[in-house]
């Protein structure tokens, strides 16, 4: 399997824009996490789906964030409209409930300018 | 709530010698699962090692070993025969067992940097 795969590896945005980023899990896995890393908070649970289904979005910072699933194999994380304070990595990562293990992709480094 | 702590912000050792990091965690949980995560400068996180709770047994892998010590609540890294391609940033994970959730809470991280 190729892992988790995310798009795109960098985006560079102007304020007020709307950014989309994209994830694609392993295939089986029946849980999607999105985390955001900065050096000031660290790494930070957004949002967790469980066969799809939105379980937790309590990390979720405004409602400028939002998450979907559409299906088992596709996620998006979309901000808008985004600011310069959303500027960090955002990380997907999927499991599967009986390995108990998380699988990240490679991540998206988000500049807000 | 789980809380995971680092206390090391950073940490180097010597290529070849043997280095431990540090964790603790607070939970009111029996049963749950620890992890250590490793991110190198390309920023990908891999996976170093995992520990179930209701095992005595400390985790191994390789040159990766932990010291879990359950009611300390304590779950430190040891890694011997250090090598330069271990220079990163090492996470400490929290994973509650069972229920519709596996998600990871996380420390702050150590940085740990491998001097040749």
């Known amino acids: 399997d190729a892992g988790v795969i995310q798009s795109p590896r960098h985006e560079v945005t102007e304020m007020g824009q709307e950014v989309t980023l994209r994830c694609k899990p392993i295939s089986g896995h029946d849980y999607l996490f999105w985390y955001r890393q900065t050096m000031m908070r660290g790494l930070e649970l957004l949002i967790y789906?469980?066969?799809?289904?939105?379980?937790?979005d309590s990390g979720m910072p405004e409602d400028r964030f939002s998450a979907k699933m559409p299906n088992a194999s596709f996620s998006t994380l979309k901000i808008q409209p985004s600011e310069p304070r959303d500027s960090a990595v955002y990380f997907c990562?999927?499991?599967?409930?009986?390995?108990?293990?998380?699988?990240f992709g490679q991540g998206t480094r988000l500049t807000v300018v | 709530a789980q809380t995971v702590t680092q206390s090391q912000p950073e940490m180097s050792v010597q290529e070849a010698e043997t280095v431990t990091l540090s964790c603790t965690y607070d939970?009111?949980?029996?049963?749950?699962?620890l992890f250590w995560y490793k991110q190198p400068p390309s920023r990908q996180m891999i996976l170093v090692i995992r520990q179930e709770a209701y095992k005595q047994q400390n985790a191994t892998e390789n040159r990766f070993s932990v010291n879990f010590q359950k009611a300390a609540k304590s779950f430190s890294l040891k890694i011997s025969d250090s090598q330069l391609g271990d220079t990163a940033m090492y996470f400490c994970?929290?994973?509650?067992?069972?229920?519709?959730?596996?998600?990871?809470?996380f420390g702050t991280g150590t940085l740990l940097a491998v001097q040749p």
């Open positions: 789906f469980n066969n799809n289904v939105p379980i937790d």
């Open positions: 939970t009111s949980e029996s049963n749950y699962y």
């Open positions: 990562a999927s499991s599967l409930d009986t390995l108990k293990v998380a699988f």
């Open positions: 994970a929290f994973m509650k067992y069972g229920g519709a959730t596996n998600k990871l809470i």
